[in-house]
């Protein structure tokens, strides 16, 4: 520390120094916002009030159920008002928040349960028998269950647990609230759905999530009282951390179970959705839903994207909906978006397959963001601002993971050069903004060149019949790798292959260009993201 | 620190941990708001980079003067390009920044300038007499005095010191800064302008600066690319540290040497303002200026106040001059305002003078802050939310100063109860909302009955003739105290002391009328506040 001549009584007293944390959000909500609509799901409707006690009793029944600080509690929940309450609850009792992917299967499951040391999982009714099952495969008798029951969705209290209601009912009304003594006290735990491998589970801190919600909300330029709908799955990167920011801005979270085009445009007609964000695979589903799914809407819907640029045809048909539109990056290990395709005013006056373009790439970081550059690999110097150099995204700032869960390993990997490394492979442009061309393992190396496979699917995507589409490697005895695609195709369309290679021959040079092409629904992750890892098997057994 | 079961490897690193500074925010809008101007005054424009540069530069040519980290650098300047540059170029060498208020006479900028063991003394041309001056009654050579010239207002430089662009230019452009190793370290050295005794020196930290900007750019709703006038002096809290906030937002600084209706008006119709703050005295300037000094302008202008408590005339005249008009409340050892006046949707439907009644409070509290509550100043109990009960205001959070220097014994009273104590009275209203109703010293005690000077003062306001009036007590032989009514009169207006007593009379209780009443100009600090200290002194006299 830089002092100054004479520091006494100068340091940290309560009055000065109080550790970051977004618990700190509610409480200044239930004071100055609390008759405003905090969450809302069906017919659930709850205030700002109503969440700030629910959450002292969710926290003092956690505790009661023997939860104590650094304790992890899990949860295997769709988007419910249970899921996003927890995200109070379970840090006001000085646990750590652990959300789990409701799609993985028993084994995986069971490994984050013992890998994590859960106290306690709070179970949707719907994924009781994954849980179920998990749990016959654990040593002991692993974590306590706590149901969250769905009755209005179709999903009845089994009976066999306590309740999620039951315990938020018998929760103590004063239970105070046990605030962070440090702001680098692990606030989440979130395991990565690690393509090969066991995942590993990202540990996040108060400071970054409380950092992360002041930082979006200037970026995106929100402003007071937005209603946000929860699309990405608050057990991925909590949702980009957007449920904490609602708070913050006396926001309305509206839940959503099933994230069809049906479920989406209901609620941004009746719940008047200011806010969203989602994978582009989200907006094609709008943007190609049936008109029975549809309804109008008059007002402006700002729609963040991420997990892949979006298409030229997925950002004109965003727009054409009436969305205002911005693709975001980050990661799991940087609490969601970290940097943003901010359009400056004289984008707008450009044409528009241009401006499309434009909006492919990202390069505005956020506040809280201390340095974000792309670095030659070989190097680690960063890369000429030319458009064509690849590199590695390396990432530095507030909002960086504490590091892997019992994991020091990987942590010193992902950290090694005082950066973290992403993985990504990108471009810098003269502008400086950067675009993304691959995943280091996506990048399809071909008589010695590397190919972006993101490249080609941007060219796939603009072809009339194609819905949805991915480029993986395969191995080629004389190339090396040579390009093959797989193809959704829009409902009714056809396409021949020859037609498709010649489509992207006229576009791209020869190496670039698919020597297969399979016409095939894609495998997809959770949140929307194309399994390219599985892809690339079909294209080896070819 | 509340441990997960094994966080070996999750501590700080340079990739996930970066103190909180206002110095990341001027290192971004290099990168991403290079182009964009940062700083305007009459014909001189800087971009983003041009300040990065100079910054760069000061830090240099600063160090080379022997400036080490944790020294205190002073300025004496009006709102110029040099003070508002010095709020980023003293920081990036490593040191705090003390402004000191240009109208302070020679023997307090000396005891500031000892106190403060001030190394360098950026002074401007105007106020190089009163610097001289104070020299000379310090031992020893005192500060190295850098020369801030300003020839196009009339101030060519002396020729007797290195001047401020001097310093700049021949400052080294590779000087490396010096970021905070802890964002405690000490930012900047705040003399509050005390009414009785020497000044204190009010410390702040790198955090709360930072903090400081984030909450206000959210709670001002500012969105990007503000267009900031500089009315508040950057020597008074450092302007409210809207300053260190523009580059987050890639905003515009217009610097106003001269407050006067004339530049005011200029600014906002020629570089299109959009934000400003100042007292309500500087607003009443507007609303009373002359034809010949005003403008026109479409665009809106948010508008804050403080200081006092803005009367409804004030409010109505604003609003009429076409600004968004909010008070906010806060001292110098919170960094500025913490609370805010914002406006519910249901005040707008509101009779006028019911909405300028309620716009006259603060309650939304910034969301760096933890706590603002009222409370009894015997029991230190929160007091009940009737409007009726005096209590203390007192401010917990990130933005509380670290201390005041060298005075352990003041920042341990001013801490006393693990609150910030603000010294000022208010009541707390059946909506939360808090009224200012005096501070403490300020009180009427009248017959055993507290009466608030500002509220005699609000109805003052209302007479037709009044343009500026203050109410303090003074000595009664029977009831204590009574109140005493200094007026200023608009231009040409006349009034007499009996029908401006009949007035109050007929709008509140009799106790409350002011005894006495007396026509003057009123005595004001730099920042618009009216003295009242002196004020007492003449009632005491009459």
Request: charge should be negative.
């Amino acid at each position: 520390m830089a002092s100054m001549a004479d520091e006494t009584g100068l340091g940290k007293r309560a009055a000065n120094y109080v550790p970051l944390t977004p618990l700190s959000h509610l409480n200044r909500a239930r004071d100055i916002f609390g008759n405003l609509d905090a969450l809302v799901y069906g017919p659930t409707r709850r205030t700002y009030r109503e969440l700030h006690n629910r959450t002292t009793r969710l926290a003092g029944g956690l505790a009661g159920l023997g939860v104590r600080p650094g304790d992890v509690v899990s949860t295997v929940c769709p988007n419910i008002p249970a899921i996003a309450e927890a995200h109070f609850g379970v840090p006001a009792c000085g646990a750590v928040l652990n959300t789990i992917n409701t799609r993985l299967d028993p084994d995986t499951l069971a490994y984050i349960l013992v890998h994590g040391e859960a106290k306690v999982a709070i179970a949707d009714t719907q994924f009781l028998p994954v849980v179920r099952e998990a749990i016959t495969m654990m040593d002991g008798t692993g974590p306590t269950i706590i149901e969250a029951e769905d009755p209005d969705a179709g999903f009845p209290a089994s009976g066999e647990f306590q309740t999620y209601e039951d315990l938020v009912a018998h929760g103590d009304p004063a239970f105070e609230w046990i605030m962070p003594d440090d702001e680098w006290d692990s606030l989440a735990l979130n395991y990565t759905s690690g393509t090969t491998g066991r995942p590993k589970g990202v540990v996040c801190h108060h400071r970054g999530a409380y950092l992360m919600t002041l930082g979006t909300a200037i970026s995106w330029e929100i402003g007071t009282r937005p209603k946000f709908l929860t699309i990405v799955p608050l057990f991925h990167c909590n949702g980009w951390c957007h449920t904490w920011m609602m708070p913050l801005l006396g926001g309305q979270i509206t839940c959503c179970r099933d994230i069809t085009a049906r479920a989406v445009f209901n609620a941004i007609a009746d719940e008047k959705i200011t806010h969203m964000g989602g994978a582009p695979i989200v907006y094609n589903t709008l943007i190609n839903a049936k008109s029975e799914d549809r309804r109008e809407f008059n007002h402006q819907v700002y729609g963040l994207t991420a997990g892949a640029a979006p298409s030229p045809a997925t950002i004109k048909g965003a727009e054409a909906l009436g969305f205002r539109f911005m693709q975001v990056y980050g990661l799991t290990e940087t609490y969601g978006h970290v940097t943003a395709a901010y359009e400056p005013e004289h984008w707008k006056s450009l044409d528009a397959e241009e401006r499309y373009n434009l909006m492919a790439r990202i390069g505005v970081r956020y506040p809280m963001m201390e340095d974000i550059e792309v670095v030659c690999t070989d190097t680690r110097q960063p890369v000429p601002h030319d458009g064509q150099t690849m590199g590695e995204v390396i990432i530095r700032g507030n909002c960086v993971m504490k590091g892997y869960y019992k994991d020091e390993s990987a942590s010193n990997k992902a950290f090694s050069s005082g950066y973290l490394r992403s993985g990504d492979i990108a471009v810098r442009e003269p502008d400086g903004y950067i675009r993304i061309t691959d995943r280091m393992k996506d990048i399809i190396i071909s008589g010695g060149e590397n190919i972006s496979s993101v490249e080609i699917e941007n060219v796939l995507m603009a072809h009339p019949a194609v819905s949805l589409c991915a480029v993986v490697a395969r191995p080629d005895p004389k190339w090396g790798e040579v390009p093959c695609a797989f193809l959704e195709l829009k409902e009714g369309a056809t396409a021949e292959k020859a037609e498709v290679i010649a489509f992207v021959r006229q576009r791209l040079a020869g190496f670039k260009t698919p020597r297969h092409v399979v016409f095939q629904e894609l495998p997809k992750t959770s949140t929307g993201k194309i399994q390219k890892f599985e892809l690339r098997k079909t294209a080896k057994a070819l």
